[in-house]
């Protein structure tokens, strides 16, 4: 991890606390949904640097709903507390307790996503995608590419449209693959179990594709859908034999459904659990499409990164890279939000909070990272925290305080005891030398 970051505001969220080294900062616009938006234009876009913890030094990093994006403090390690009174919320983290192995970020590459990108000229359109995938962006690995058509197509079309071929004589790649190339089948257990033990397995097998050289996830659905789904195949040795793990959408998710990814855990331990579709903007009747600056759909995407790693998720990968002023193109109108819109008219896009809000995570817990042990003292405060170690041997501690007030935490990790304050609705990220 490199050593700058973002600077928006010369603004403190403490008087302890001291702003780094100042990097290129974001160019705000306020749409009056709530926050700010950072501006992108073929002329200036801001960077969103790594950094490095110093041996005996914290660094904080913080987005929040007033308009900081990846501010970063430096914090003592080592306070000396006495004569203090406890602080709201103690945070203890157990180094010696590994528990999933982090596999990463990404995204969606859907023909609107690259509809979109491909609109935009060369210089914007490198900038869009090092936002997503450079050393000076969120750092993703992983990018989701859909087979055939999905709604954020313009046309509905499949690999094969001529009915009863079933020798596929008639398949062939369509021209959204060979212009730019961007799904879900919906399939009851049986369906899924029976295809991947006969069909699908077999010809993977035949191909030389066995699990350890390609992951075959199965569901690719909402969280509900986890017992009819998952143990119906993984239930059946033959199916179970060709599966790698469960791929899931974060739609219809509730603190009870969190429970079915721990049920994952422990009766499959072997299988990995991904998590392959978010947005926001999709129920019409409660929300609209897109809503340029709005806090609370960050807020929603970090709660929902956090919580699925708390239960053994192991990456992240979001819907839609980028969309239109409209959450589109749709073609059966579904439009929604993304962390990036495009104007095309006026030639820039808009980073999104909800775009920063993935980055306090996907910016530094590198793939090969480890989630380790991490509670809190009041497990009913509007605070939540997640613990990783790196590979470099980093703690990374990502807390989010969804109050409007601000927040002081104690964080307990080994023979270190500090404070940390946390400005009101915000996303945090400390990281420090284990």
Known sequence: ????????????????????????????????????????????????EGMEGESGRSVLVTSNKAGLRFERFSLALDED?????????????DRSKKLQKVLGFGAAFSDSTSINIKKLPDKLRLRLLR????????????????LGATDFSVR????????????????????????????SVAMRGVDQR????????????????????????ILDDNLPYIPEVVDTILQDTEA???????????????????????????????????????????????????TLGNWTRAERYAVDILQSFKHW????????????????????????????????EEGEYYKNPMFYAIGQFSKFVPPGS??????????????????????EKEVVLVVINRSENEKVIRVKEGSRDFSIHLSPESINTAIWKA
């Open 313 to 344: 998720n192991t990456a992240w990968i979001d819907w839609n890279l980028a969309l239109d002023m409209e959450g589109g193109p749709n073609w059966v109108n579904n439009t929604v939000d993304a962390p990036i819109i495009i104007n095309h």
């Open 131 to 146: 936002d997503y995938f450079g050393q000076d962006g969120l750092e993703y690995n992983m990018g989701r590419v859909p």
């Open 1 to 48: 991890m490199k050593s700058e970051v973002v600077l928006i505001f010369a603004v403190c969220i403490a008087s302890h606390l001291v702003p780094w080294v100042e990097a290129k900062a974001c160019k705000p616009r306020d749409f009056g949904r709530g926050s700010i938006v950072c501006v992108c234009d073929e002329h200036y876009c801001d960077d969103i």
């Open 370 to 391: 480890v989630r380790i042990e991490s509670s809190e003292s009041k497990s009913k405060s509007s605070l939540m925290q997640v613990a990783f170690e790196t590979p």
């Open 194 to 217: 029976d295809f991947v033990k006969l069909d699908l397995g077999p010809e993977l097998k035949k191909a030389g594709l066995t699990p350890d050289k390609l992951k075959l996830f």
């Open 240 to 290: 179970a034999k060709y599966v790698s793990g469960v791929a899931t959408h974060w739609y219809e998710t509730s603190d009870e459904s969190w429970q079915l990814l721990d049920g994952i855990h422990e009766n499959y331990p072997d299988q990995e659990i991904v998590s392959t579709e978010a947005c926001n903007g999709y129920l019409k009747l409660y929300e609209e499409a897109v």
């Open 81 to 93: 507390h006495s004569g203090e009174g406890p602080p709201p919320t103690t945070v203890a983290i």
């Open 156 to 183: 509905k079309y499949t690999y094969n449209d001529v009915d009863n071929d079933e020798e596929m004589v008639n398949m062939q790649l369509a021209e959204e693959d060979l212009d730019f190339k961007t799904c």
